[in-house]
């Protein structure tokens, strides 16, 4: 198994923490590892839920 770089970059603005500042958990653990195993995604990488303009706005 090979290590890969972390790409950051990309993935942060994908994850659903990424709004916390790079201090606060799990975005500071999750910044200490710049290579993963076989992946270029951090490890506490979770994709965040995609809306699409379609939220409810309180109507029933």
């Keep these: 198994m090979a290590k890969k770089e972390v790409d ?4 942060c ?3 659903k923490y990424y709004p916390l500042s ?3 958990e799990p975005c500071n653990e999750c ?3 710049g290579h ?3 992946s270029h995604k ?4 979770i994709e965040k839920e995609r809306t ?3 939220e ?5």
């Excluded at 951090?42 to 990488?45: G, Q, R």
């Excluded at 409810?56 to 029933?60: L, P």
């Design 8 to 11: 950051f970059r990309i993935y």
């Design 13 to 15: 603005r994908k994850c």
């Design 22 to 24: 790079s201090i606060d």
């Design 31 to 33: 910044l200490t590892y």
């Design 36 to 38: 993963n195993e076989d």
């Design 42 to 45: 951090p490890v506490k990488y």
């Design 52 to 54: 699409y303009g379609r």
């Design 56 to 60: 409810s706005k309180g109507k029933e």
